[in-house]
Nanobody, 114 residues
Framework: QVQFVESGGGLVQPGGSLRLSCAASRSIFSIYTIGWYRQAPGKQRELVATITRGESTVYGDAKGRFAISRDNAKNTVYLQMNSLKPEDTAVYYC?????????WGQGTQVTVSS
């Protein structure tokens, strides 16, 4: 079972950018789909973006602002977040989408506030 460690979060002003990293405990080459999720206070966890071996998808309000990428050589997945809004404030997690039971790491806190 692969485990991920998220990092790169922090406090940023509205309109700012952050790049989150998600480092895997083993090679991610064989993992077909990896996803970034987020959970805001009082809300359910939601899917933000996914990446397969050849295709990436960003969902909902993050479209046009966020981008997901993967570096198989470094066993790391990234989430580039631009034009951040206060409603992007959440704990961000990544995981192997198909892994059951799902493994959730500690996540990384992103706070967008002036």
């Amino acid at each position: 079972q692969v485990q991920f460690v998220e990092s790169g979060g922090g406090l940023v002003q509205p309109g700012g950018s952050l790049r989150l990293s998600c480092a895997a405990s083993r090679s991610i080459f064989s993992i077909y789909t990896i996803g970034w999720y987020r959970q805001a206070p009082g809300k359910q966890r939601e899917l933000v973006a996914t990446i397969t071996r050849g295709e990436s998808t960003v969902y909902g309000d993050a479209k046009g602002r966020f981008a997901i990428s993967r570096d198989n050589a470094k066993n790391t997945v990234y989430l580039q977040m631009n034009s951040l809004k206060p409603e992007d404030t959440a704990v961000y997690y990544c995981r192997d989408v198909s892994q059951l039971p799902p493994y959730w790491g500690q996540g990384t806190q992103v706070t967008v506030s002036s």
